[in-house]
């Protein structure tokens, strides 16, 4: 089975940038798209960008023009840069493999990582 493991976040001020990685233990991106997802204290789990086996890109309007998702081939990683970082984007983030547009995750879960905007 496929192992997703998630790292890069941390405590970044309003405003500012990190950038997440996502490293899959097989190749995976040739089968699946590839989508990260959050989840914030006492809220639901959301898909917040998608790259697809195409190579296109979509993003939830809450993040669009601020966060990009691109995919390294040869690493089996996937990354999300996060700019212009707002409080409201403070939230654990996880990676998974998705199949077309249908949002539900197909391998299980990693551990994800937390990301906190706070001054």
């Known amino acids: 089975q496929v192992q997703l493991v998630e790292s890069g976040g941390g405590l970044v001020q309003p405003g500012g940038s990190l950038r997440l990685s996502c490293a899959a233990s097989?190749?995976?991106?040739?089968?699946?798209?590839m989508g990260w997802y959050r989840q914030a204290p006492g809220k639901q789990r959301e898909l917040v960008a998608v790259?697809?086996?195409?190579?296109?890109?979509n993003y939830a309007d809450s993040v669009k023009g601020r966060f990009t998702i691109s995919r390294h081939n040869a690493k089996n990683t996937v990354y999300l840069q996060m700019n212009s970082l707002k409080p409201e984007d403070t939230a654990v983030y996880y990676c998974?493999?998705?199949?077309?547009?249908?949002?539900?995750?197909?391998?299980?879960w990693g551990q994800g990582t937390q990301v906190t905007v706070s001054s």
């Open positions: 790259f697809t086996r195409s190579g296109s890109t």
């Open positions: 998974n493999a998705l199949i077309g547009t249908d949002p539900n995750p197909r391998l299980p």
């Open positions: 097989g190749s995976i991106f040739g089968i699946y798209a």
